[in-house]
């Protein structure tokens, strides 16, 4: 029987004296909770190349302090200001930085459970039409464990941006690689798959509908907003207001899971929470919304942990543990 390879451990620096790292969401038994989880691009290139309109240094480390309240986040663009959102985001487990714009793929994740990995994978293929190509982007592979013998596979993804035919190519190409992945490591596990992704089920060309039926995937916001009513191909696309959105609006940040055989999954709650990752006079600390996302986990069959498939881990070492738990 193998189990997770173990974590290899050190300190984290945290700047936020009296924070605390998250708990799970309630005192439960071992075979059921509640995952809050979130993605968020957080804008993290170099001052003057970075769309967003707060200054980096600060609202990075704003935004650190903020995912306190989640569980499990994947973060995107998080290149040239990681030190700062960690200074503040006190996680126990903590992938670390593969490196600034131009070195890193700027995907992270932070979890209030035990993680596994990273693996690092980059995009088969990129445009340069829109700077793809400058950075190696593509997706992460992580494994959490929310309780003894549960075991999820999470997905950290960036797609090609962009909305020029070559764009839509590489998306696409990326989506499906990411399709062979999961395929080939995930089969019968639990997934979340959380990003961006750059795509809307909208826009013709984009193949974000595709990716979730050929891995079986369920979108929150699909089900829990729109009555699992799937936006159609080649529609006006469902825009957001710069401030205040809705959650009827279409988001290319995105959420999706499945269940596995021995871990179920379901979403409860959709939420875009722009109100708590903003500046005083209200402007967004990143140039994305932050997607969360309520998603009940329980032991579906024999939850014994006996994966044979254990993760390397790409970069620098293994998961930081860092935060108030940090050795």
């Known amino acids: 029987m193998a189990a997770l390879c173990p974590l290899i451990g050190v300190p984290a620096a945290t ?35 970075s769309s967003a309109e707060t200054d980096r240094q600060t609202s990075t480390t704003t935004i650190g302090a903020g995912l306190n309240s989640y569980d499990l986040v994947n973060v995107q663009e998080d290149f040239n200001y990681h030190a700062a959102l960690y200074s503040t985001a006190v ?16 995907l992270n994740t932070l979890s209030a459970f035990p993680l596994e990995g990273p693996e690092r994978v980059t995009w088969e293929r990129c445009w340069i039409g829109t700077g793809d190509c400058l950075t190696p982007k593509g997706f992460t592979f992580t494994r959490v464990r929310p309780a003894d013998g549960l075991v999820i596979d999470v997905y950290n993804l960036h797609t090609d941006a962009g909305s020029e035919p070559n ?31 750059n795509s809307r089920y909208t826009r013709a060309g984009d193949e974000i509908a595709e990716f979730v039926a050929a891995n079986n995937l369920r979108d929150p916001w699909v089900d829990l907003v729109r009555n699992g009513d799937v936006p159609v191909k080649g529609e006006p696309a469902l825009s957001c207001a710069e401030t205040s959105p809705t959650d009827d609006c279409e988001i290319v940040d995105k959420v999706l899971y499945r269940s596995g055989d021995r871990v179920s999954l379901e979403a409860t709650g959709y939420r875009n929470d722009h109100s708590r990752f903003a500046a005083a006079d209200g402007t967004p600390l990143s140039d994305h919304f932050p997607i969360a996302v309520d998603l009940d986990w329980s032991c579906a069959g024999d939850c014994v942990d006996d994966m044979d498939d254990p993760l390397r881990s790409d970069g620098v070492g293994s998961v930081d543990r860092g935060g108030s738990l940090g050795r």
């Open 15 to 49: 700047g936020l004296a009296n924070a605390t790292a998250p708990e799970p969401s309630a005192t439960v038994p071992a075979e059921s909770g509640t995952l809050r989880a979130m993605t968020y691009n957080i804008a993290g290139l170099p001052e003057l190349l």
């Open 167 to 197: 764009d839509l190519t590489a998306r696409a190409a990326n989506l499906d690689q990411l399709t062979r992945f999961i395929a080939a490591r995930s089969s019968g596990n639990a997934v979340i798959v959380m990003g961006d992704t």
């Open 91 to 106: 996680h126990p487990y903590r992938t670390p930085t593969s490196g600034g714009a131009g070195i890193g793929s700027g």
